[in-house]
């Protein structure tokens, strides 16, 4: 019993000692720890997963919410986010993690996790919490735009494309 608690009393020591001695690195452009690559991703979803489920999109797919989606998606997404060629985003291959490049990644979230991670943001990603900027139909919009940016009406995916 003593030697577990010797051993738990050096592991937190090291903790603490590593962490506040800046051993641990933070740079988005180093390279990252197999411990951080494993574990970060599955954080990260099940936060998503567990914040952003329950509520239904109340705002209804047709093509005007799509369209406005696309003019905001065009002001305020795509310089991280890639352009809607799909043309990915140099500025967004520079955080670490790198901002998913759409409209790849979005499968798996649905509307209401979507909305989460839009109007929330990511801590420590770069990803803004755009809540205090764009309203909430907003949001939603830019949330449907993404769960259905493969299956777009002619007319909106026109807009999507035009420079």
Same mark, same amino acid.
């Given at each position: 019993?003593?030697? *577990?608690?010797?051993?738990? $009393?050096? %592991?937190?020591?090291?903790?603490?000692?590593?962490?506040?001695?800046?051993?641990? @690195? !933070? /740079?988005?452009?180093?390279?990252?720890?197999?411990?951080? *690559?494993?574990?970060?991703? $599955?954080? %990260?979803?099940?936060?998503?997963?567990?914040?952003?489920?329950?509520?239904?999109? @109340? !705002? /209804?797919?047709?093509?005007?919410?799509?369209?406005?989606?696309?003019?905001?998606?065009? $002001?305020?997404?795509?310089?991280?986010?890639?352009?809607?060629?799909?043309?990915?985003?140099?500025?967004?291959?520079?955080?670490?993690?790198?901002?998913?490049?759409?409209?790849?990644?979005?499968?798996?979230?649905?509307?209401?996790?979507?909305?989460?991670?839009?109007?929330?943001?990511?801590?420590?990603?770069?990803?803004?919490?755009?809540?205090?900027?764009?309203?909430?139909?907003?949001?939603?919009?830019?949330?449907?735009?993404?769960?259905?940016?493969?299956?777009?009406?002619?007319?909106?995916?026109?807009?999507?494309?035009?420079?």
């Amino acid at each position: 019993m003593l030697g *577990a608690v010797l051993i738990l $009393a050096i %592991l937190l020591l090291a903790a603490l000692a590593i962490t506040r001695l800046g051993l641990m @690195p !933070v /740079s988005a452009d180093g390279p990252h720890s197999n411990l951080e *690559a494993r574990i970060m991703p $599955a954080v %990260l979803h099940a936060s998503i997963v567990r914040h952003g489920s329950g509520e239904t999109n @109340p !705002v /209804s797919l047709n093509e005007d919410n799509l369209k406005a989606a696309v003019d905001t998606y065009k $002001a305020m997404c795509a310089r991280c986010h890639s352009t809607p060629e799909g043309k990915a985003s140099i500025y967004g291959q520079s955080f670490y993690p790198p901002a998913p490049q759409l409209p790849k990644g979005m499968a798996q979230y649905t509307d209401s996790q979507l909305f989460w991670v839009i109007k929330h943001g990511i801590r420590n990603t770069g990803m803004p919490a755009w809540g205090s900027i764009l309203s909430d139909e907003e949001v939603w919009q830019i949330a449907s735009l993404l769960k259905n940016s493969q299956d777009l009406p002619p007319s909106v995916e026109a807009q999507w494309n035009e420079r």
